[in-house]
């Protein structure tokens, strides 16, 4: 098989995630390279190296070739930013001549043997994992979830696959292009970042397959039809399909009450939870201001709102008048 190249997107904010991604991929893929795409610079005084990481390289975002950088960091917060590097970076790897890509957010853990997507990568472009393969039948959950997927996206961008084959680079092509200009958090306008995009993807291009095994990407928005049990081997299921890798979002904020609601009474994913916090503090990153982000503030330490990224963003004027936002102050970006 071609060797896999793996890649996630992060700032330093999330680099105990990056780490607990690392581990349990080397764990049960260790012949897959991970590369990260780094959104951000380091505080004075903090030390990152990548050696030091068990990365295959680590990729900023000032090397990514990415027009007028500097408007887009301002124009997005770091949610925004960290998707909207994923085509570009997608797209390099694939020209690199990697023949075979796979994106994992990095509050992933893998829990279990990825061959099958290696497999799939031989017969499709890409691959993609929805966010429900099964009908909800409580009020609640369709609310949740299905209409969730229908504000937020049919598939979680989480994870993607793609081929170097001729197909996978149009796709990535197309999705570099649409991220670079359009990705942004505005589901009233259509748009969820990377998300919504992918809703196009297998009316556009012919070789998208969509991975409906139940082990793949289990997460709070698919816990109500993919129970979790545990074997007394210590296999791991979701929905009696073997865990692949499970979607840690949002963890310690409204994920982990998601996953309370639909844990159906069973203990196993509070089992996963608790381990999960305990790899993410044994990987904790000693010396790192808390939500730290160095395109958070203006110059003079403000922070900048969503609401001063927006008027820029949509101010043609401003973006005139101040080449770099960063350096204009609280004064010309009013709330």
């Not at 929905?239 to 979607?247: I, K, T």
């Amino acid at each position: 098989m071609s060797e896999v190249h793996c890649f996630t997107s992060a700032s330093f904010a999330y680099l105990d995630r990056v780490r607990v991604l690392a581990e349990t991929l080397r764990r049960h893929q260790p012949g897959w390279r991970l590369w990260l795409c780094l959104v951000d610079q380091e505080p004075h005084g903090f030390t990152f190296d990548p050696k030091q990481e068990g990365l295959a390289g680590v990729v900023r975002v000032s090397e990514l070739g990415l027009p007028d950088l500097r408007r887009q960091l301002f124009t997005h917060d770091v949610v925004e930013m960290c998707t909207a590097v994923k085509g570009a970076m997608l797209e390099r790897l694939l020209q690199e001549g990697r023949e075979k890509v796979v994106y994992l957010d990095p509050d992933i853990a893998v829990l279990g043997s990825l061959a099958g997507v290696e497999r799939l990568l031989d017969e499709h472009d890409v691959l993609l994992t929805p966010h429900q393969v099964e009908p909800d039948d409580e009020p609640g959950a369709i609310r949740d979830n299905e209409m969730g997927s229908l504000k937020y996206g049919i598939y979680n961008l989480g994870f993607l696959a793609v081929s170097g084959r001729p197909g996978g680079r149009r796709f990535a092509r197309w999705w570099r292009q649409r991220l670079q200009d359009h990705c942004y958090d505005d589901v009233p306008n259509g748009i969820f970042t990377d998300q919504r995009w992918c809703d196009l993807a297998p009316a556009l291009f012919a070789g998208v397959h969509v991975l409906r095994d139940p082990g793949y990407n289990v997460a709070s928005w698919n816990l109500s039809r993919r129970p979790i049990s545990i074997g007394v081997d210590g296999t791991i299921r979701a929905a009696g399909s073997e865990l692949r890798f499970f979607h840690f979002t949002k963890v310690g904020w409204v994920g982990e009450v998601m996953l309370e609601r639909y844990a159906s009474g069973g203990i196993e994913v509070f089992e996963l939870l608790e381990w999960y916090r305990r790899r993410l503090a044994a990987h904790r990153v000693p010396g790192l201001p808390e939500t730290w982000w160095a395109f958070a503030n203006f110059a003079d330490g403000t922070p900048i709102s969503r609401a001063q990224r927006r008027l820029y963003r949509d101010r043609p004027d401003l973006q005139h008048s101040f080449p770099d936002p960063f350096a204009a102050g609280t004064d010309a970006f009013p709330t």
